[in-house]
């Protein structure tokens, strides 16, 4: 299949790169394809030692299967948010789709077997959200992701099985792009995820590309298996350090943002106004 | 027979084929001098409509022609051995029956006589299994308001997309339903009805049942088994654990029903029948209907 895997890393550990080795893994173990998608490790520069140690490690164990040649890498030097590494490292993706891959995360062994039939069979989709479980750090299933396009009242009495409408998703927000294939070329159109929205860069992505008519499907397998509590994650600091008000305010200033193509400047003053009922 | 003058004009050269739930046809037409046979495909239908202690040959019937070895061996248990003389032939699943070149979505279809035990299967789905509330169990039947059944070739369509489905039909005497999924690559989870479906049963040369098939979708005997044999067929489908095997199963199984093999055993059936009656002299004029043959207009 015609596809790069980008990982975004931001942090490094002895710790965090046992859980870099078993997203690898999950990449080189995968059932039934020809070829291993090209890894593009994007990184800040501060990080370039380890991640050069990191891949070598990586050609070294999984040498039958990985090469020098396998690996792009993509060392950051600007802003290294989540939203900026997944654009940055766009840009060095040179095949017809990408996924993204976060460095705590698995794909499931049948994950690109699946995926190709999915692409084989459905050319018009431009992003295929995956099906993903979302784990603890006891590796307990929490709950499943992106399935709910599969509920015939969720998408509504016009919307079709499958698909993600842009009604449904205002209504219900927790769809996750990791793992998802995208295509790149329908990426850059809409202009990549935007920097300056936090928390809802995904739902923002989302809902701009469905209102520039981007067909949005979720492939009804568990191809993902996300670690949802680590420690020090993203989402983590989210959950931890966010309070509801803002949370929200995020929600609803994406789905304002998502009309627009640009990343734009956001006004926070809205969120620290005083409101006198 | 004529529009105008609706009346039924046999002679012993035709051949009158008669479905079993038409009992009062069997005694309104017993006088009539054509071969006259009794087709059996539902049991239920054959029993609700005789009177206790009749049976065919009460109608002079003797020919019956049935869709299975299974049925043939139920019809000689209660209606007697040797005196009927019966041909069986297979059903056959159309074509237009196949598997979708398209990956299958995680839908349910549900198909079931009693729709009491329908939504009771739904519920309890969806009871024991909330994390998956978002499945959809598909009815078979159109998007129009009100819904309506499908044609078949529709019907076939639609199924062929959803990747298991569950079948309840105590009363079936033969269970197309289940090969229909089988060939469409869709396993069937079904409660196996009162008489065993003879595709599930293996027999030697003799005929005598060896052994029940095996990875003929998934069968069980227990109502309350369904939706938790279907929640634990879709988490098999999710995590994409499914063993080819079972569709290798499915297919030998429904391979044995083709409708051209259906079509053949039907035209042998009815090529012997059609040599077997009684032949008018040739040259000799053909004697005028008999006035029993204006059979009263049958309903």
Same mark, same amino acid.
């Given at each position: 299949m015609n596809i790069s895997v980008i990982i975004p890393i931001h942090e490094y550990s002895d710790e965090l790169s046992l859980l870099m080795d078993k997203a690898i893994e999950s990449v080189v173990k995968q059932e039934s394809v020809d070829e291993l998608p090209q890894l593009v490790l994007v990184y800040p520069a501060v990080l370039e030692e380890n991640i050069i140690g990191f891949r070598d490690g990586c050609i070294r164990k999984y040498q039958d299967k990985l090469s020098e040649a396998k690996f792009t890498l993509v060392k950051n030097e600007g802003d290294v948010s989540y939203q900026a590494q997944v654009n940055l490292a766009v840009e060095s993706v040179t095949t017809e789709y990408f996924s993204v891959l976060e460095f705590d995360d698995e794909y499931s062994i049948t994950y690109f077997k699946n995926a190709a039939k999915y692409v084989e069979s459905? #050319?018009? =989709?431009?992003v295929f959200l995956t099906m993903m479980i979302e784990v603890n750090e006891q590796n307990q299933g929490i709950k499943l992701t992106n399935e709910t396009v599969w509920a015939q009242q969720f998408v509504g009495e016009n919307g079709e099985m499958g698909y993600l409408n842009a009604q449904a998703l205002k209504q219900y927000t927790d769809f996750k792009l990791s793992g998802a294939v995208i295509k790149k070329s329908e990426f850059k159109n809409i202009g990549g995820y935007k920097t300056n929205i936090k928390l809802a860069f995904m739902y923002e992505f989302l809902l701009r590309a469905l209102n520039n008519a981007c067909k949005i499907f979720s492939? #009804?397998? =568990?191809g993902y298996k996300h670690l949802a509590t680590r420690e020090g994650s993203l989402f983590d600091g989210y959950l931890k350090t966010m309070p509801m008000n803002e949370r929200k305010f995020w929600f609803e200033t994406a789905t304002n943002e998502a009309n627009f193509m640009n990343d734009r400047t956001i006004d926070m003053s809205r969120l620290h106004k005083q409101v006198v009922s | 027979m004529s529009m105008a003058d609706p009346k039924l004009t046999v002679g012993p050269e035709d051949v009158m084929v008669i479905p079993e739930v038409y009992s009062n046809v069997m005694e309104q037409t017993k006088n009539l001098p054509c071969v006259r046979i009794g087709l059996l495909q539902s049991v239920d239908y054959m029993i609700n409509s005789l009177i206790p202690g009749t049976d065919w040959s009460s109608f002079g019937i003797r020919d019956v022609i049935t869709t299975s070895q299974t049925l043939r061996e139920w019809f000689e248990t209660f209606y007697g051995k040797g005196k009927f003389n019966i041909k069986t032939y297979n059903v056959g699943i159309p074509d237009y029956f196949e598997k979708s070149s398209a990956p299958q979505k995680p839908v349910i279809s549900v198909i079931g006589r009693n729709a009491n035990e329908i939504s009771k299967l739904v519920k309890l789905f969806f009871s024991k299994y909330p994390q998956y509330n978002w499945v959809t169990f598909d009815p078979m039947l159109t998007k129009s308001k009100p819904p309506q059944a499908m044609r078949r070739v529709d019907f076939a369509k639609r199924l062929q997309g959803n990747f298991a489905a569950v079948w309840v039909d105590r009363i079936a005497s033969f269970g197309t339903f289940p090969l229909e999924c089988m060939k469409s690559g869709v396993i069937p989870i079904c409660l196996k009805p009162d008489i065993m479906p003879d595709y599930l049963l293996e027999r030697d040369e003799n005929g005598n049942i060896i052994k029940v098939v095996e990875g003929a979708g998934v069968w069980t005997e227990n109502y309350y088994d369904l939706p938790v044999l279907a929640g634990e067929i879709l988490i098999k489908f999710l995590d994409d654990s499914i063993l080819p095997a079972l569709y290798d199963s499915m297919e030998a199984v429904a391979s044995k029903y083709t409708q051209e093999a259906s079509e053949n055993n039907l035209i042998e059936i009815y090529s012997e029948i059609i040599n077997q009656r009684a032949k008018p002299l040739e040259g000799a004029l053909v004697p005028p209907t008999a006035p029993d043959a204006q059979a009263p207009v049958v309903q």
């Open positions: 459905y #050319p018009e =989709i431009d492939m #009804p397998k =568990i | -």
